[in-house]
């Protein structure tokens, strides 16, 4: 059985981890870490619509078979 905890700590310049507390616990001991950091800049809506683009997922609409409107479709919006 695993306990979890959380805690803080820091990243070193080195990428060593720094955890801000001590743990009572028999040391020596294997640990399960899981780190979670702030990126270091939102993606904007350009870069998500680029890479979606891009992405194989959506080939399937570069086939003719998808082409099922024309602009003769329906009406125009009217602003």
């Not at 801000?20 to 040391?27: I, L, N, Q």
């Not at 899981?34 to 570069?62: G, H, Q, Y």
């Amino acid at each position: 059985m695993l306990t979890a905890i959380e805690t803080t700590g820091t990243i070193e310049q080195n990428g060593k981890i720094v955890i801000d507390e001590t743990f009572s616990v028999d040391a020596p001991t294997p640990v399960r870490v899981i780190v979670l950091f702030p990126e270091a800049e939102d993606v904007s809506e350009n870069e998500w619509m680029l890479t979606a683009s891009k992405n194989e997922a959506f080939d399937f609409l570069n086939d003719a078979e998808e082409d099922i409107y024309s602009l003769t479709d329906g009406k125009p919006l009217e602003q």
